[in-house]
Every structure is written in structure tokens, then in C-alpha cells.
């Protein structure tokens, strides 16, 4: 089974700010990882996400994250925020090795920043 | 704009009927995925279709079902509706049938109310 954890319901911070977005995950095999994003109205939008090769993935508007396998885990950051962050964070994690494995969803981080 | 395009924005209806939800993918996109997303389950996977065929399937119910036509549009039918089904559903489309490897294109999704 895969499952992903995302253990805060909520991210503040300021303005200018680094952030931190937190997901830890479980797979049997290797994961694949993802993040996206959703603005209020809208649907989820692709930000980054891991396969293989270098654990530092840089992703869409500034964002990157660093997956980490011995912790299982794999946090979004930012070095700086910006109020047009403020949205719903989505972590995501599918089994490489099993093919038939959809993607399994963590449940949600909305991330405030405040100017 | 994802080039994902869901039909209707909004739906709402009673107890006991039946409706039909509609999605466009991407220009290119073999894959289409169908989600539920409600504030007590989060985002959850109903099922995959690729290339006119069911690929994976996942928490769907089985008073709903979908399919995939030849033009590559769904549709998601969701029957003997109950007040539990009111959720926000979200189409998403990727080039392939592996989710692993591409991300994935979401609407801006159908919101269902049951009254």
C-alpha cells in the first residue's frame, strides 16, 4: 500500500519569508513524488515532482523540494514567499514499481502568507 | 489554462437523480482520471481511462461509472444520488497511461450539490 502524509493543515508566513511545505510519504518500492497546487475555483496545477537522480528538484514559480529517502520524505520550499502563494498544497506519491498504482494524494496544506 | 475543460461548473440536484458530468482533455492526452474531492475525504482517485479503455479504478462507487469515447471525451454518471455525493469532481488528462511518469492536467472541475 502508498500513502502520503501531510502533516500540517495549515502553513503561515510572512512576506519575503522562506517557506516550508512538509510531505512524508510510504511505498514499497521507489516513489514517485509529486506536488501540486490548487487556487481557490480552480483545479490542481503541476509544480514539480521526483523520479529519479538529483534529490533537489526545481520546480514552476520558484518552487523546489528535496527528497530525502532515508527520512521518506519529500518538503516544498521557497526561499522567498510571495502573497500569490497563498493556495492549497498537494502532495502525491505513486509506487515505481507497480505499474497499476494510481497516484495516492496527501491531504492538503493551504499555505497563508501575509504581507 | 490546462486544456482541460469540464461541463458544467456547477450542478445541482436532488436526492435519488441522476447526472451526467462531462470532460475534454488536453489536445493530445490519451489518459483521462476522474476525482472526487469532499472537505472529510480529500482528493480521492475514481477512476482511469486510456484510449477508450477502463485502465485503473479506484474509490468509485458502483452507482457511478464512466467511459471514454473515441473522440477521447468522459463522461462520469453518477446515479441514486445521495446528499454524501455533493463534492467538488475533477477531470485531470496526461499524454500516456502510466501516471507515474507525466504529470497530470486537471479542470477546474464540476461542483455537485445534492439537496
Known amino acids: 500500500a502508498q500513502s502520503v502524509a501531510q502533516p500540517e493543515d495549515q502553513v503561515n508566513v510572512a512576506e519575503g519569508n522562506p517557506l516550508t511545505v512538509k510531505c512524508t510519504y510510504s511505498?514499497?518500492?521507489?516513489?514517485?513524488l509529486f506536488w501540486y497546487v490548487q487556487y481557490p475555483n480552480r483545479g490542481l496545477q503541476f509544480l514539480l515532482k521526483?523520479?529519479?537522480?538529483?534529490?533537489l528538484v526545481k520546480g514552476s514559480y520558484g518552487f523546489e523540494a528535496e527528497f530525502n529517502k532515508s527520512q521518506t520524505s519529500f518538503h516544498l520550499k521557497k526561499p522567498s514567499a510571495l502573497v500569490s502563494d497563498s493556495a492549497l498544497y498537494f502532495c502525491?506519491?505513486?509506487?515505481?514499481?507497480?505499474?497499476?498504482?494510481?497516484?495516492?494524494f496527501g491531504g492538503g496544506t493551504r499555505l497563508m502568507v501575509k504581507p | 489554462d490546462s486544456g482541460v475543460t469540464q461541463t458544467p461548473k456547477h450542478l445541482i440536484t436532488a436526492t435519488g437523480q441522476r447526472v451526467t458530468l462531462r470532460c475534454s482533455p488536453r489536445s493530445g492526452d490519451l489518459s483521462v482520471y476522474w476525482y472526487q474531492q469532499s472537505l472529510d475525504q480529500g482528493l480521492q482517485f475514481l477512476i482511469q481511462?486510456?484510449?477508450?479503455?477502463?485502465?485503473a479504478k479506484g474509490n468509485i462507487l458502483e452507482r457511478f461509472s464512466a467511459q471514454q469515447f473515441p473522440d477521447l471525451h468522459s463522461e462520469l454518471n453518477l446515479s441514486s444520488l445521495e446528499l454524501g455525493d455533493s463534492a467538488l469532481y475533477f477531470c485531470?488528462?496526461?499524454?500516456?497511461?502510466?501516471?507515474?511518469?507525466?504529470?497530470?492536467?486537471f479542470g477546474d472541475g464540476t461542483r455537485l450539490s445534492i439537496l
Open positions: 502525491a506519491v505513486r509506487d515505481g514499481y507497480n505499474a497499476g498504482n494510481m497516484l495516492t
Open positions: 511505498v514499497s518500492g521507489n516513489p514517485y
Open positions: 481511462y486510456y484510449n477508450g479503455e477502463e485502465r
Open positions: 521526483y523520479i529519479t537522480g538529483d534529490n
Open positions: 485531470a488528462s496526461s499524454v500516456d497511461g502510466d501516471p507515474g511518469n507525466q504529470p497530470q492536467h
